[in-house]
Structure formats: structure tokens, C-alpha cells
């Protein structure tokens, strides 16, 4: 005899069928462009005991001896005893591990402000589309997370909850700006609750709202105060002004460039955005709502990276203002959540080792994505540098090669915009004989192709009097400057 499934598990397998977007996502065996140096940070703190002061990895700050934070530090140390544990596959366990966090805080905010379980499921696909990218071994995982976190405390006291229910938030900012420096991305929603109700308590002389006010400004005072629980303190905030006054490099690295709606999974922005903004119309404006969706814009619209907080804060708002006359029988429990999700993961890997990596390894991988072989040719014979890279190559090269500094890497705040342009032209062969980096090189690891062609300079150098080939294959050529006669 059948039985009839009950609302709550069809729920159930719709957030499993949800989590199998992300989980799937986790399990490329191909390690992201900045783990690489990530790793040799962590390599550095756990071996020498204490955190870099200079940066030991590039020429610049091997030349010049420039301060640098690893302000990542907490979980660049992680990540190297992942590595240490189990190899690539801690890594990946890492990876998993922090999607985790991510998909469930997300989840687990959705289903606590919605009135009906399958509004909270139908928006929930949406987020989750657009977390696909973010899928990498990366720290922003945990900014997801605690952003969600914040997000549930600020709508709650705002509601009437009482802050101090919240008491223990500062301890995640502690665990927060010792991960990931977009902590800030937290400020901006306490200081914006708290400024809405600042001027609804002005504009409407309603004294019921002194309790809320004060709760949320000594809650955001706390967790501002937790930041400086660093090794770095307030130096922390050097590195995020950096970081926030670069705007050349929005148009130099992907992530960071504004999101291409031409891409599918920029898209449901495009659908929550517009639903958000009804369903604060519907409620007559409310002004915490419109600055927190306005915030959540601004963020999405500058940078492809952020695309995910203005899902999260819009997909928040549908949930809590549109209400279904029936609401559902039980509430989705963070405990439902991480174990349906821990149960996609798992799926998804016996899928992978049953077959359906196709072949994919870790070493087929990343000898597709970085310089493998050019790598190996180098320190086999001992090629002296300076050596010359690019950009996307630099941090597989701090790990691979730590006796030969690179010349760039991901770390776009201590390289400075006018560097970073210089490097892109030279990359494109736009007068690349008068880049002062390249013209100390004795040693160039080049891409065989950028996305859509031959990389120009690749290209250039084979025709240059001045370099000759030393080393080919499919990925990466290796040139070696002339001696002069």
C-alpha cells in the first residue's frame, strides 16, 4: 500500500533537489587561482610561528620590503592543515566544508522569515543560482554566512526581538575579520537598520522605538569593536581602504568587474530585485527595507562577487512581504537543512567516483589551468630569474616555485592600480618592451592562449631577438632572455 508523502517531506526533497546545485559545484578537482597562495601563507605561519610583516613572495616586496597583512591569515592556516592532512582531497573537504556554511546560513535565513515553506524553497533556487560561482575554496564563504547571520539579527530586533538575544554575534565578527576582510559587508547592514529606525524615531516622534534603537546601535558597537580582535587591529582597516579606493581594478579581474546579465546565473538578481521592491511597495515603503534593498543594489552592481548579497537581502524581503493564506504546517530547521545538504554532498560524490568525473584528476586538471610542466622544466634546470608571469599564474607559481619571486599575483591591493595596468598591457603586447618589470626578467612563463586567442605577448616573444624558447607544451611556454654577446 502506498503512502501519501506529507507537505514537509516533499519540502525536504525539494531542498535536496536545491542543494544538489551547489554541492555538484564543489566537487571540480581544480583548485581556484588564489588557494595557491593561500596556501603558501599558511605554509609560512604554521612553520615560522608568526605572521608575515613584509611580503616574502614578489619581487616588489622582496626588492622594497613592503608591509603586508595576511589578514586572511586564520584561514589561510586551515587550509594548509587541510592540505597537510589529506593533500588536494582536503582541500576539496575544505571546499565542501565551507559551501556548507554558505548554503545553509542562506537557507536557514530564507525558511526562518518566510510565512510559507515553499516560497521560502521557491527563492531559495534563485540564491542558490547565483552562488553557483562562487563554488571555490574561497574565505568568502564564511562573509556569506555571517552576512546571513547578521542579516536574521538586524529584521529580528527591528521586529521587536530583543538585542541582547543576540549577544553572541560579536563573537562570529571575532572568527569573521580574522577569515575574511568583507566583514564590512555586516556594518553596512546594522548601520543601516539602525539608521532607519534612527529616522523613522525622528520623522514619526514614536518613543516605542528607543528600545529597538539602542539595542541594535550597542549590538553594532560590539560587533565593530570585535573586528579589532586581530593581530593587525585597526591596521586592518588600512588594507580595507585600499581595497575600497581601487577602482581600477574593477576593470581588470573579473570578479570584480560589474555582473555580465548576459550570464544565466546573473539573472535571477534580475527577478528578485523587482519582487523585493513590490512587495515593499505593498507595505507601504517601509524605510528599513528600502535602504537595506537599495544596499544590497549598490554592493550587486559594482562587482560580478557581490552579485550574492543583493540575492540574499532581496530574496529576505519577498520571503518576509508576501504572506500565503495558509502558512505551512512546520517550519525547516537549520538541523533539516545541513543534514539535506550534507546528504547532496555525499550523493554527489559517489556520482563523481562512480563515474561521472569522466576521467578528471587533479593532476589532469591543473595541468589544463596553470603552468605544470613550465613549472617542472624551471626548477629542474635551474633557470635563473627575475621571472616574469601573469596575473591569474602568480599564485600557483608562490606555491610552486618559491625560489624565483613573481612578478604579480591575486593580491590586488599590494600591487597598486598603476602596476596592475602595466602588467595587463604588457600582456597584450601594447609596448611591452618599456615595461621596467619585463626588461629585468631573464625568465617568462606565458600562457599559450588567453579565453578566445593567442596571447599577444606569448606571441611577441617568440619573434624577439632578445628571448628564446626553452620550454612548450599545450599550456605554458617557458623564454629565456638572450645573453648578451
Not at 525547516?332 to 578528471?360: K, N, P, Y
Request: charged share 15%; aromatic share 12%.
Amino acid at each position: 500500500m502506498s503512502h501519501a508523502t506529507s507537505p514537509r517531506q516533499r519540502q525536504l526533497f525539494g531542498l535536496f533537489l536545491v542543494a544538489l546545485l551547489p554541492a555538484g559545484g564543489a566537487l571540480n578537482p581544480c583548485l581556484d587561482v588564489d588557494t595557491w597562495w593561500h596556501l603558501r601563507v599558511g605554509q609560512v605561519v604554521a612553520t615560522e610561528r608568526e605572521l608575515p610583516t613584509h611580503d616574502p613572495f614578489s619581487q616588489l616586496g622582496q626588492r622594497e620590503h613592503v608591509p603586508w597583512l595576511a589578514y586572511s591569515w586564520l584561514y589561510e592556516l586551515g587550509l594548509y592543515g587541510a592540505f597537510q592532512t589529506a593533500g588536494f582531497a582536503g582541500i576539496i573537504v575544505c571546499r565542501c566544508l565551507l559551501g556548507t556554511l554558505s548554503f545553509c546560513g542562506v537557507a536557514w535565513v530564507l525558511f526562518r522569515h518566510a510565512s510559507n515553506n515553499w516560497l521560502a524553497l521557491g527563492t531559495l533556487v534563485l540564491v542558490a543560482v547565483v552562488l553557483l560561482p562562487l563554488a571555490a575554496e574561497r574565505p568568502w564563504h564564511v562573509t556569506i554566512f555571517f552576512t546571513a547571520l547578521t542579516l536574521h539579527a538586524v529584521l529580528s530586533v527591528r521586529d521587536g526581538t530583543p538585542a541582547w538575544r543576540f549577544r553572541f554575534l560579536p563573537l562570529g565578527y571575532v572568527l569573521w575579520a580574522n577569515v575574511h576582510i568583507q566583514f564590512v559587508l555586516g556594518f553596512a547592514l546594522l548601520g543601516l537598520a539602525w539608521g532607519g529606525l534612527l529616522i523613522d524615531r525622528v520623522r514619526t516622534g514614536n518613543r516605542t522605538k528607543n528600545a529597538p534603537l539602542l539595542g541594535l546601535f550597542l549590538l553594532g558597537l560590539a560587533c565593530a569593536l570585535a573586528t579589532l580582535a586581530t593581530p593587525f587591529h585597526v591596521r586592518l582597516f588600512v588594507v580595507i581602504w585600499e581595497y575600497g579606493t581601487q577602482t581600477g581594478v574593477l576593470r581588470l579581474v573579473t570578479e570584480l568587474m560589474p555582473p555580465d546579465f548576459a550570464k544565466w546565473w546573473n539573472w535571477p538578481l534580475l527577478v528578485l530585485a523587482p519582487a523585493a521592491a513590490l512587495g515593499i511597495a505593498r507595505r507601504g515603503y517601509p524605510l528599513g527595507d528600502v535602504l537595506l534593498l537599495a544596499a544590497g543594489l549598490v554592493f550587486s552592481l559594482r562587482m560580478q562577487r557581490d552579485v550574492w548579497f543583493g540575492a540574499l537581502i532581496a530574496g529576505t524581503l519577498v520571503v518576509r512581504n508576501f504572506e500565503f493564506p495558509t502558512r505551512s504546517d512546520a517550519k525547516i530547521t537549520a538541523r533539516d537543512i545541513v543534514a539535506v545538504f550534507v546528504l547532496a554532498v555525499l550523493l554527489m560524490r559517489g556520482f563523481w567516483e562512480a563515474g561521472g568525473s569522466q576521467g578528471r584528476t587533479f593532476a589532469s586538471e591543473h595541468e589544463k589551468a596553470y603552468p605544470v610542466g613550465a613549472a617542472e622544466h624551471v626548477r629542474r634546470h635551474a633557470l635563473p630569474g627575475p621571472m616574469f608571469n601573469t596575473f591569474d599564474w602568480g599564485g600557483y607559481l608562490i606555491w610552486t616555485l618559491p625560489e624565483h619571486p613573481v612578478s604579480v599575483d591575486g593580491r590586488t591591493n599590494f600591487y597598486g592600480e598603476a602596476r596592475l595596468d602595466r602588467c595587463m598591457l604588457t600582456w597584450m603586447a601594447r609596448d611591452w618592451e618599456a615595461d621596467p618589470v619585463l626588461r629585468q626578467a631573464r625568465l617568462v612563463i606565458a600562457p599559450q592562449r588567453t579565453a578566445t586567442e593567442a596571447t599577444p605577448l606569448t606571441e611577441a616573444l617568440r619573434h624577439s631577438p632578445q628571448w628564446t624558447l626553452a620550454y612548450e607544451d599545450a599550456t605554458a611556454v617557458v623564454f629565456v632572455r638572450v645573453a648578451s654577446p
